[in-house]
């Protein structure tokens, strides 16, 4: 069964970048070390993995990675600091929904599509 992750990376010039997808330890090697890497992050080396949510669908995994994109810098700083400071990549992280309730509130929960 495949798996799908949307991220969080802390560039070099402390700016965020917010991705998906569903090998998370070859695209943060990508993203460090490849021309295959984002643009934005290839100027921005070295990027460290701040936050990772693991999702059974690209659908879920695309609709919170949309959704994290449109937040403003402070919380997205919020997230990663109720999710856990320094995440590395071997790190995992699931979100079940009593802990995703309790730390984003229930309207995100229901945007998602999580039954209360």
Known sequence: MNKFYIYILECADKSFYVGCTNNLEKRLEQHNNSKWGAHYT???????????????TLKEARRRESEI???RREKKIE???????????TNSKSINQKSLRKSLGKSLVISLGILM
């Open 42 to 56: 290839k100027i921005r080396r070295p990027v460290i993995l701040k936050y990772k949510e693991e999702f059974k």
């Open 69 to 71: 994109k449109g937040w």
């Open 79 to 89: 997230l990663i600091n109720r999710g856990g400071n320094s995440m590395s990549s």
